[in-house]
């Protein structure tokens, strides 16, 4: 079936440094990929997301970027800081599941002071 | 103020007994689902609805059942068939397709006795 792969589990950056955190879809048609932050006892929450008719999108400090030859995306975050800390989930359209969207197992990030 | 809603925050369930969580949105969104979110483990699907009085399974839908009869509600049951209950449920909304973002309530956390 279709599968979202995602690494690292866990991430833990100096603050002010950068953090990236990467996935790998199985299904060449997905177009659509959307990035979850997910705070401490709350829901997930979207945070930036790109469709397959660009490479890169970009918002203040988090950018994401998309190789559809290879099924790669990554999420990029910029001068992190404290706030940045969550659990980052990647997700990608899904066509032969019941899912809509496939979600990644999801990033713990990590700021440290 | 618009959102998504879900209650309670934290239900406890007996052997054998079945539990409803509520979730509902002023959003004014057509589709509503269900996840189920495991500790390391991203979130996993268990029913839909695209519309009024219509729902589909999802990839884990054995031991739950779903009612919408309404639109802003979509109340989740999970059934003493369900074996292994104890997780965090989410409820989400979008808009009709699957490129529309879904935004999430703040999650009932299920333990049981």
């Known amino acids: 079936g279709e599968n979202v792969e995602q690494h690292p589990s866990t991430l833990s950056v100096q603050e002010g440094d950068s953090a990236v955190i990467k996935c790998t879809y199985s299904?060449?048609?997905?177009?659509?990929f959307p990035w979850y932050k997910q705070e401490l006892g709350k829901g997930p929450q979207l945070i930036i997301d790109?469709?397959?008719?660009?490479g890169e999108k970009k918002d203040q400090r988090i950018a994401v970027t998309l190789n559809k030859t290879a099924k790669h995306f990554s999420l990029h975050i910029t001068e992190t800081q404290p706030e940045d800390s969550a659990v980052y989930f990647c997700a990608a359209e899904g066509y032969s599941s019941a899912s809509k969207i496939i979600f990644g197992s999801g990033t713990r990030l990590s700021i440290r002071p | 103020d618009g959102g998504i809603t879900q209650s309670p925050k934290y239900l406890f369930r007996k052997e054998g007994q079945n539990v409803t969580l509520s979730c509902e949105q002023n959003?004014?969104?057509?589709?509503m689902y269900w996840y189920r979110q495991d500790p390391g483990q991203g979130l996993r699907l268990i029913y839909y609805?695209?519309?009024?009085?219509?729902?589909q399974k999802g990839d884990i839908a054995e031991g739950y059942s779903v009612s919408r009869e309404k639109k802003e509600s979509f109340p989740l049951t999970v059934t003493s068939a369900q074996k292994n209950p104890t997780a965090f449920y989410l409820c989400a909304s979008s808009g009709q397709g699957v490129q529309e973002t879904q935004y999430f309530g703040p999650g009932t956390r299920l333990l049981v006795l």
């Open positions: 609805s695209q519309i009024v009085n219509d729902f």
């Open positions: 959003l004014n969104h057509d589709a």
């Open positions: 790109i469709r397959s008719n660009v």
């Open positions: 299904d060449s048609a997905s177009n659509y």
